[in-house]
């Protein structure tokens, strides 16, 4: 089918699209792309904070008249950065530090908008060990995290440097899973855990234990996941339209999801990969949705994707060692496709 400039336009009208400032006036190409299936790579797991996302990519799409999406799970943030570096998928929700870090090795990736905002692990430590974090220092109160140089080491070395602590001088032990970590903590293995603030809860009442670290009071912005792909994908101008349509799904389902529980709750049934998440009671899922919508704003209604904000974690990244140099973020971070979700959303 051929359309004239004219009959787009009206078309365009008729949908609600904005036009003005737009990436580029969509032809034929851009008409082809509907019933369009999107390859992506997202986490092994899907938690609280990740419901928006998953209904964006399993229902947001097809609302904008895509074919179901083609998902692949990974557990490691960086094996899906490295995924991404070697083009095996169109888009994955990546790790934003791993992510900004292989730009520095060569890589051609970009960032074309968020996951979700901060994160929803806090620091627990165990307060007979920790009273303040000059008690890092000692050798015997080791921290368990995921791994270094992921965010979340990361970000535990930004907040250590605003005491004057070096995250060199603590002992870090490697263990994947917060359920792990958590079961480690209790045991008196380690002194201090990264989980999630809702199993923070549960481990503060069998102990001395205390919330340290919620770091989205330690930060203004802070990014855990955003969206990953390769260079030559961005610059293939057909795959503008798409870019722009995943963010769209995505801020719409961060609005909705801040401004209906309901939207959230049957969300996290159907889609959250934790046990028994069909049967979760709003007693249980409600105090969560309220903590990251309204505390932590972890799904920002503007989509929460702006340059100056990663600029401003720079410092932090070099601290940790995740980076060594100034990364092009003009290039790295393509806040266009946000830019004209929002646009077009109004």
């Given amino acids: 089918m051929t359309m004239t400039r004219r009959e787009w336009l009206q078309l365009a009208a008729a949908n609600g699209l904005g036009l003005a400032g737009s990436l580029a006036l969509p032809g034929t190409a851009a008409f082809a792309q509907q019933k369009r299936s999107m390859k992506l790579i997202i986490q092994g797991f899907s938690l609280a904070i990740h419901i928006p996302e998953v209904i964006a990519i399993r229902d947001g799409m097809q609302e904008l008249g895509y074919a179901e999406s083609k998902i692949d799970r990974i557990e490691s943030m960086q094996v899906i950065t490295q995924s991404i570096v070697a083009k095996s998928a169109e888009a994955g929700d990546a790790d934003v530090v791993s992510a900004i870090a292989s730009t520095e090795a060569?890589?051609?990736?970009?960032?074309?908008g968020l996951v979700y905002n901060s994160t929803s692990q806090v620091f627990v430590v165990n307060a007979d060990k920790i009273k303040s974090y000059a008690d890092f220092k000692d050798q015997s109160n080791a921290i368990a995290l995921n791994s270094r140089g992921d965010f979340i080491y990361v970000l535990l070395s930004g907040v250590l440097g605003q005491h004057n602590i070096n995250i060199n001088d603590t002992t870090i032990?490697?263990?994947?899973?917060?359920?792990?970590?958590?079961r480690a903590l209790l045991a008196g293995r380690v002194a201090a855990v990264p989980v999630h603030f809702d199993q923070a809860a549960g481990i503060v009442k069998q102990g001395n234990y205390k919330v340290l670290i919620e770091p989205w009071k330690a930060y203004?912005?802070?990014f855990g996941e955003a969206w990953l792909v390769p260079g030559t994908w961005a610059d293939d101008?057909?795959?503008?339209?798409?870019?722009?349509?995943?963010?769209?799904a995505m801020i719409t389902s961060f609005r909705r999801t801040n401004a209906d529980y309901e939207y959230f709750a049957k969300g996290f049934r159907k889609y959250a990969t934790v046990?028994?998440?069909?049967?979760?009671?709003?007693?249980v899922?409600?105090?969560?949705?309220?903590?990251?919508?309204k505390e932590i704003n972890a799904w920002p209604n503007d989509g929460g994707f702006k340059?100056?904000?990663?600029?401003e974690?720079?410092?932090v990244y070099r601290q940790a060692g995740a980076i060594k140099g100034t990364p092009d973020l003009s290039k790295v971070i393509q806040t266009k496709y946000v830019d004209q979700a929002l646009q077009e959303l109004g």
């Fill in 106 to 112: 060569g890589a051609d990736v970009r960032l074309i």
């Fill in 173 to 182: 032990v490697e263990m994947g899973g917060s359920g792990s970590r958590m």
């Fill in 220 to 222: 203004k912005h802070f």
């Fill in 237 to 248: 101008k057909d795959n503008q339209r798409i870019a722009v349509d995943l963010n769209k």
């Fill in 275 to 283: 046990p028994k998440a069909a049967e979760a009671t709003d007693d």
């Fill in 285 to 293: 899922l409600k105090p969560i949705w309220e903590k990251l919508s």
């Fill in 307 to 311: 340059r100056e904000y990663f600029q």
């Fill in 313 to 315: 974690l720079l410092p």
